[in-house]
C-alpha cells in the first residue's frame, strides 16, 4: 500500500503531483503540487528581499510573533492534532504531547531567551591588554530546512523559529510524506502575520530538497536518515554551505544489576514502542545483565501484552507510516528469527486492523550480527539481549556506527553517569529514555553517523548565527610594538618575552 503515490504532470508545464492516503484507516488525503526548483529558487530569492528588514526588528519584537504562535496553537491544538493523527496514525495523546506541547514550550523558551543567548558581548582579552573583543551573533540570511515524516510538526517548526528568532528568513521543505504537517507550519506563521516572505513552504519531495540545497541558502539544517544525510553533505561540501544533520540511531539501553527493573521495563516499552518505534531516539536494542535478564524480560513482555493497538478510541500504539517501512520491519525480524532468535511478543502485522500496524515485538536470543541490532529498523521492536556485566554492555553498544542517544539505569546515579560518559554518542538519559529533543535547554544532535552539529539549546540557536569577533584597540596611538620597522632589538626583545611569559611558572600564571 502506497502511502504516497507519484503522479507524472500530464502537459510538459504542468507540475507533478503527489497523492496521499492516512497510514492507519488507509482514506484518502488528497494531493499536492510538487515545486518545481525555479519555484525553490523564487522562493529563495523571495526570502532572502524579506531578510534585511527581519533582521533589523529586535528580538524582543520578533519574539512577540513566536508568543502569539502559541498562543494560537494553544487556542487550535485540536485541529493541529487531528491533521498530525491523519497523516501519520499516531495517537492523539503522542501528537498533542511531542508535537504540540514541545512545540508551545520551545515557542516561548525561545521567544523569552533569544536576545539573552545571542547577545552581543564583551570578552576580556588575556595577553594583549590593549585591546577589547566584543562576540556578535548575526543571522545567516536565509535558511534552508529540510525535514522527515515522523514528527512531522514540531520537527519542521523547532528548527524554524530557531532560524526566524535568530534573524534569518526561512524556506522549509517537509517531508513529502507528511505535507500537511508542513503547511500547518505555514498556517500558523500566516496566521499571526509574519512578514511576507520571511517564512515560505515548498512542497515536494527528494528532487524538491536537492533544488533547495543548490537554490543559494546559506544554511541547511537537515534532519533524516543517515543515507540522505550524505547526500546532503556532499552538495553543501561542494557548494560551501553550512549544514547541521540530525540523522538516524540505533539506540542503545543498558540495564544495570541494580536497576530498578519496574521501572526500567515500562521505560524501555515506551522507549521502544511510542510513535510506533519511529523516532530517531527509540530504544533500538537493549543490553541486560544475566542476573536480572530473566526478570527484567518477563515484566517487558507483560507490560508489553497490556498495549492497545489501533486507529479509533483509546489506544496506545499507532500505525506505520507506509508499506516500505513495514517491509523493512518485517525483514528484521524475519533476518532475526532466521538467525535463532526467539518472539516473545508480537513479530507481525496486525491481522485485525485494516491499515498498516506491525504489533509491538519483543526479541530474545538475539545477537550483534543480526540486522535488528545493526541497522536502524525504525519499528516497534525491541530486541533484548543477556551480557555477562556492564562493561559487555558498554563495549556492545558503542558497537556500532549510530550515536544519536541512548539510556543507562541503574539505582546508582554517579553508575549512571560514569557509564554514560563511556557511550559514543550525543546524549544519553539515565534512569528515563528519550526526552533529550523535548528538554529544550539540551544541546540535541549525534556522534558518529548519527549526525554533525547540533540543534536546541543555546549551541543549537548559536548555530544559526554567524558569529563575528570584533576586536578593538582600546589606547589608540602612533603605532604598534609588532608594526614595520622589524629590527634585531625588537626580536630580541620577542625572544625574552616569550622565555619569560611561557617560560617560567610565574609568567604561565600571569599569562
Ligand atoms: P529521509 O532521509 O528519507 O528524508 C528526509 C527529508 O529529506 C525528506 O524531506 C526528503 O524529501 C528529503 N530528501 C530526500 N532526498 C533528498 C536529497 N537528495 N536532497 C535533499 N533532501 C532530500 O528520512 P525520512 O524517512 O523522512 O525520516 C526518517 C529518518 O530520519 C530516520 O533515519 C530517523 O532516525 C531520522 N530522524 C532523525 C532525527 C534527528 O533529530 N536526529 C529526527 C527524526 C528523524
Redesign the pocket.
Known sequence: MAIVERIEAATPDARRRLRHSNPATLASLGEIEVATSGDVRAAVERARKAQPAWAALSFAERGRFLERAARELAARQDEFVAEIVAETGKPELEALTTEVITACDALVFYAKRAGRILAERTLPVHLLKTKKLRVAYRPLGVVGI??????PFI?SLNPTLQALVAGNTVVL?????TPRSGRLVEELWNAVGLPEGVFQLVQG??E???A??TAGVDKIC????????R??AE?CGRELVPCTL????KDPMIVCADADLERAARGAVYGAFTNSGQV?TSTERVYVVDEVADAFTRKVVEETGRLRQGATGEFDVGAIIDAKQLDVIEDHVRDAVTRGARVLAGGRRNPSCSGLFYEPTVLVDVSHDMQVMRD?T?GPVLPIMRVRDEQEALALANDSPYG?NANVWTRSKRRGIELAGGIESGCVVVNDCMLT?GVTESP???AKH??IGRVNGEIGLQGFCRVQSILIDRFGGKTEPLWYPYSARKLRLLRGALRWIWGTSFGRLLS
Open positions: 529540510i525535514t522527515p515524516w515522523n514528527f520537527l521543505k517537509p517531508s513529502e510524506v519531495d527528494g524538491t530538497g536537492a533547495l540545497l537537515f534532519t533524516g536518515s543517515v543515507a540522505t544525510g547526500r546532503v552538495v540530525e540523522l538516524g540511531g530517531c536502524e525504525f544519536l529533543y540535541f544532535g549525534g548519527s549526525g
